[in-house]
T-cell receptor
């Protein structure tokens, strides 16, 4: 079955430190991977995606993610965390094709950035 | 661009009543819309996928007679929770995907609707 997993329920970092939110995937064929952020009682905001091309993908708000095929991972990173980055982060994989298909989400990781 | 709205943002209803939630793509045509359900601090669970003008495709375990989905136009989809019960209380999020080639990969999310059934 095609799926995506986020092994950490919560990640705590100090402001100014680098952050990493982990994601691993299991898909057949080429993966189409996404990261979204959700603030309390809000919908999801798109951060970045990997479809093809460079393994390092740069997205919104200074976030980036590295696609690693051998490790089947797509970890989200940011060099210097902000308190305002505190939110719920979801990794997702599109199944059923790139032009069609549907998004399957990981269980989410709550990021807490302390001053 | 690429804004998806939901109405209402919050609704409280009595058990046994039906509630309709609207999802609109404001600045693009959405050939496909998705409805998700989310419990507190949990992931989004896909309920159904709807294509404009055709019947929705429901995920396994989702009662189609309970959660009625209509996608009557390229900018509007509705989810009706029929005979709502307290266990239907949840955060419902819609998502829309454009049919034009330039945005065919993108899926945009609405702000969500908090349903509370008393």
């Amino acid at each position: 079955a095609q799926s995506v997993a986020q092994p950490e329920d919560q990640v705590n970092v100090a402001e100014g430190n680098p952050l990493t939110v982990k994601c691993t995937y299991s898909v057949s064929g080429n993966p189409y991977l996404f990261w979204y952020v959700q603030y309390p009682n809000r919908g999801l905001q798109f951060l970045l995606k990997y479809i093809t091309g460079d393994n390092l993908v740069k997205g919104s708000y200074g976030f980036e993610a590295e696609f690693n095929k051998s490790q089947t991972s797509f970890h989200l990173k940011k060099p210097s965390a902000l308190v305002s980055d505190s939110a719920l982060y979801f990794c997702a994989v599109r199944v059923g094709g790139n032009q069609g298909g549907k998004l399957i989400f990981g269980q989410g990781t709550e990021l807490s950035v302390k001053p | 661009g690429a804004v998806v709205s939901q109405h209402p943002s919050r609704v409280i209803c009595k058990s046994g009543t039906s509630v309709k939630i609207e999802c609109r793509s404001l600045d693009f045509q959405a050939t496909t819309m998705f409805w998700y359900r989310q419990f507190p601090k949990q992931s989004l669970m896909l309920m159904a996928t709807s294509n404009e003008g055709s019947k929705a495709t429901y995920e396994q375990g989702v009662e189609k007679d309970k959660f009625l989905i209509n996608h009557a136009s390229l900018t509007l989809s509705t989810l009706t929770v029929t005979s709502a019960h307290p266990e239907d209380s949840s955060f419902y999020i819609c998502s829309a995907r454009a049919g034009t080639s330039g945005r065919a990969n993108e899926q945009f999310f609405g702000p969500g609707t908090r349903l509370t059934v008393l």
